[in-house]
């Protein structure tokens, strides 16, 4: 690979003089922390007059803000277009990038700074252009895309094909497609391109600081020997992998001549190592101007983002990173006696998360460590070594703590920080400040947050998430409440993402701040909407963002789609959306009486339109149905509830609109309460007339034949956990169902809907032993030919209880449970845990615990303790 072959390009000429040749090309691996102290220190040693580095010219003006205090690497230059924020691309630098340590050396000496590569003018309308032809497949304009970056997979190549793309026969490019690292790896003698570049590249003077030798023949020394391997594979494979590589490269030449002219010969460059030939080879100005003619271009802005090493690592998504960029970093700050730091640096995250690992696992790890490399032939413990070493000594073989390790030091959560003198869009200015006064600070780890609504701060921060992501901001995702179930609560899940910034900037085109952005935003997509259940949503995200301007739009288009959907379904389906706005208008101190009426008149729809509805509908309509069925429930009683709460606290007003929902406006159908001969009678309790009237559809569903049983038995369970069937109705309704002349079919249907859909219908027939029975005797009477058709659905509702209740239910089986004509005999035998009565003994004792947790008070309890054994029995 050394020998010269004919037409090559020369290798660049690094004679062993004090004096290097100019310009001084530094050919790196994006990200490499070897390439990085060999830049440092050839930078040191040569004391160029300037620095060029690959990247976009338009980021020359915001060179400066690298040496401001606030600016903390791992961050991004952002490039997007101007009208379109969504078309944008990452340049991103880390502590350990060489070009970030070379701006670094360059603005702490005053030496000037350009960028060199393709305008981001170009590369974002190449980019653009190349999707919307598909001149390309989707992994071409991806790479592309990672061109545009200036990252290259693999680190030391330009833009080269990643290796292990397939190559169509016959394609004269194919010989391209090569990994330069794993041809140069090959031809060392390693099977793993990773592996030789740490040992020749990033082992280079850790915990030495030597790095190519001394003086300044030294301190370029590995720069001649990569640009020379270069230069070979170059002649081997041609000069790149993309057809725009060699546009990027003339742009480079250009630019390199502009700044000799400008400063002098005394030029240093730092860009990929694949880079180096064609820089150091000779062309004409007319042949690279040629290549740059007719490229498109967009107007773009650029700016500084954080950037996190989560989105550096490979794994995670950015294809052109590194797979560990927490261990690169430890190499690159640790000045000696790295391996030992590292692990101790393990040993300490393992003790805080309670595993018991002390300093003579260290001890141990370092020598086994120590002696893998070894046996391998490596000159110094890699990574792969490292991780060896702790999961066999500190994790005792286990891949869950060893898991823990890669995530939190490997890879890492750190997150860059901006300052805010840097670049911005007035929206990601006005979110900075928000985002300070509520103190609530971005962060690269997953976090969770407990919100008191109750609470000024935790009020603006819940507003704030919200009105967020309805600009498509997902800083934070709700979470279901662990401590508390109340409508003042909120849990959200918060974890700060890169790719965010770019959110930021197209929601810019909303509005300068984020209320205003938020506003214009839910204005735009309540016209847009096309189904009712999408305003709805829309309507309860309003309310949760507090956007009070947006809502009369809103509402307009609320009842526009409102009056023009026939659909039940549709109407059920958006029924508890706007119930639960209502709700929370009440609990955020928002006025929604409007919101109250619509509701109130969708739910009156919904109660004429779903019986009929209801029939001849197939099993997947009839398990659709059965959603809408609970939906419509829970909305129902939650709007009765609301007017309950409203109407006292109008009792000691005037007569008159009153709470949420106004007498005017359907508050005659959602009253107060009525005279307690609601459908059901016995066991009924108060409600309001909207609740009576939906409890009497279902009354006529539970009960009426051309309804599928799934639906009928959904109808029933409803009613009996509503307290609203009489005594003995359910048993009535079950023995109806399973009576002989009900198809196997058709009564496993009804038992799916009334005792499935979780552990609620499993406990139901544990305290129910008549029901039990009656399923029993049933289940042991269908035909052997009918067993098969129904026992699918049968698995599929107990395969919902908890393993519990499944225990429990078997253990009930097992004995054989009551008859439906009565009570167990006595002197039957027992289960552990199941007894022939009551033991008002052992019941009375649990009573004040039971009665605190209800917040009832006894004071006013004279009832004795037979009393309170019948209550807690009932």
């Known amino acids: 690979m050394s020998g010269a072959a004919p037409g090559r390009a020369a290798p660049p000429p690094w004679p062993d003089a004090a004096e290097p040749p100019w310009p001084l090309l530094l050919g790196v691996r994006h990200h490499g922390p070897g390439s990085a102290r060999a830049v440092r220190a050839a930078l040191d040693a040569c004391e160029p007059d300037a620095v060029l580095i690959e990247g976009p010219p338009e980021a020359d003006a915001l060179v400066g803000f690298a040496a401001e205090e606030g600016m903390r690497p791992p961050v991004a230059l952002l490039a997007h277009a101007v009208g379109d924020p969504g078309q944008a691309a990452f340049w991103p630098l880390a502590e350990f990038s060489p070009e970030w340590v070379a701006i670094q050396w360059a603005v702490s000496r005053g030496v000037p700074v350009r960028f060199i590569d393709l305008p981001a ?17 989707p992994d071409e304009a991806g790479r592309l895309a990672d061109a545009t970056r200036a990252v290259a997979v693999g680190g030391v190549r330009g833009e080269v094909p990643v290796a292990g793309d397939e ?58 020997a990569l640009g020379e391997a ?27 001549r502009e700044a000799r002219r400008e400063f002098g010969g005394r030029v240093a460059v730092v860009c990929g190592a694949w880079h180096v030939p064609a820089l150091a080879g000779r062309t004409t100005v007319t042949a690279d101007r040629g290549l740059l003619k007719g490229l498109p271009k967009v107007k773009v802005e650029l700016s500084w983002v954080p950037w996190t090493h989560r989105r550096l690592a490979r794994h995670s998504g950015y294809g052109a990173g590194i797979t560990s960029p927490g261990w690169y970093s430890h190499l690159f700050h640790t000045a000696d006696r790295p391996l030992e730091r590292w692990l101790t640096k393990v040993a300490g995250l393992l003790r805080a998360e309670d595993f018991a690992v002390s300093s003579a696992h260290v001890i141990e790890a370092v020598r086994l460590a120590e002696t893998l490399a070894a046996m391998r032939g ?45 670049p911005a869009t007035p929206l990601q200015r006005d979110l900075a400040r928000t985002q300070r006064s509520l103190r609530l600070k971005p962060e690269a780890l997953d976090r969770e947050l407990e919100l008191d609504l109750r609470k000024e701060t935790d009020a603006a921060r819940s507003r704030l998430l919200h009105r967020l992501r309805l600009l498509g901001v997902d800083w934070g995702t709700p979470a279901a409440s662990r401590g508390s179930t109340g409508t003042f609560r909120e849990t959200w899940r918060l974890r700060w993402e890169p790719e965010l ?28 909407a096309t189904a009712l259940g999408e305003v709805t949503d829309l309507a309860e995200r309003c309310l949760l963002a507090g956007l009070p301007d947006a809502l009369p739009v809103v509402m307009r288009a609320l009842a526009d789609r409102a009056a023009l959907d026939a659909d039940v379904g549709h109407l059920a389906q958006a029924l508890p959306a706007l119930v639960r706005s ?86 005659d159908l959602v009253g107060a309460a009525d005279s307690g001969d609601s459908p059901g009678g016995a066991g009924g309790r108060p409600g309001g007339g909207l609740r009576a009237r939906w409890l009497a559809v279902l009354h006529a569903l539970a009960g009426r034949d051309g309804v599928s049983g799934l639906i009928r038995g959904r109808a029933a369970r409803l009613l009996l956990d509503d307290g609203r069937l009489a005594e003995g109705e359910a048993a009535r309704l079950m023995g109806l169902v399973l009576s002989s002349g009900t198809a196997p079919a058709e009564a496993a249907s009804w038992i799916e809907g009334f005792v499935g859909g979780g552990a609620g219908g499993g406990m139901l027939l544990v305290h129910d032993e008549r029901l039990l029975g009656l399923l029993d005797g049933w289940l042991t009477g269908v035909p052997a030919e009918a067993f098969t058709d129904v026992l699918p659905l049968l698995r599929r509702t107990f395969a919902a209880y908890d393993a519990g209740v499944r225990r429990t239910l078997g253990e009930l089986v097992r004995r054989g449970p009551a008859a439906a004509d009565g009570p167990r005999p006595a002197g039957g035998p027992l289960v552990p845990g199941f007894g022939p009565g009551l033991d008002e003994e052992r019941a009375a004792a649990a009573l004040p615990t039971v009665r605190l947790l209800l917040g009832l008070d006894d004071s006013h309890d004279n009832r004795d303790n037979d009393n309170h054994a019948s209550e807690v029995a009932g």
């Not at 003018?121 to 190349?130: E, H």
């Not at 790896?185 to 030597?210: F, K, L, Q, S």
């Open 501 to 528: 910034s770019v959110r930021v900037a197209e929601a810019g085109v909303w509005g300068t701040t984020v209320l205003s952005a938020a506003t214009t935003r839910a204005e735009a997509k309540a016209v847009d």
């Open 230 to 256: 270069m230069a070979a594979l170059r002649a081997e494979y041609g000069h790149g992998g993309h057809e725009h590589d060699a546009a990027r490269e003339a742009q480079m030449r250009l630019r390199l």
């Open 582 to 667: 209502v709700r929370y208008g009440d609990v955020r101190g928002t006025d929604t009486a409007a919101l109250a009426e619509v509701a109130v008149g969708l739910a009156e729809r919904v109660l004429v339109g779903l019986p009929p509805a209801c029939f001849g509908l197939d099993a997947d309509g009839a398990a659709e149905m059965r959603g809408h069925l609970e939906a419509v429930h829970q909305a129902v009683g939650l709007l009765a509830e609301i007017r309950e709460g409203g109407a006292e606290r109008a009792e000691a007003g005037p007569d008159g609109p009153s709470g949420l929902i106004g007498a005017g406006a359907g508050g």
């Open 167 to 224: 190559v169509p026969e016959g394609d004269p490019a194919g010989r391209l497609r090569v990994d330069p690292l794993g041809a140069l790896a090959e031809a060392a003698g390693y099977d793993e391109p990773e592996r030789w570049w740490e040992d020749v590249v990033e082992h280079r003077g850790v915990g030495t600081g030597a790095v190519g030798g001394t003086g300044t023949a030294g301190a370029v020394a590995s720069f001649a």
């Open 121 to 137: 003018a170009n590369s974002l309308a190449m980019a653009a252009r190349a999707g919307m032809e598909g001149a390309a497949g």
């Open 378 to 422: 490596r000159p110094l413990a890699g990574l792969a070594e490292t991780m060896d070493a702790v999961r066999a000594v500190m994790c005792e073989g286990s891949d869950v703590p060893l898991a823990l390790v890669h995530d939190r030091l490997v890879v890492g959560d750190v997150l860059g920080e901006v300052p805010e003198s840097a």
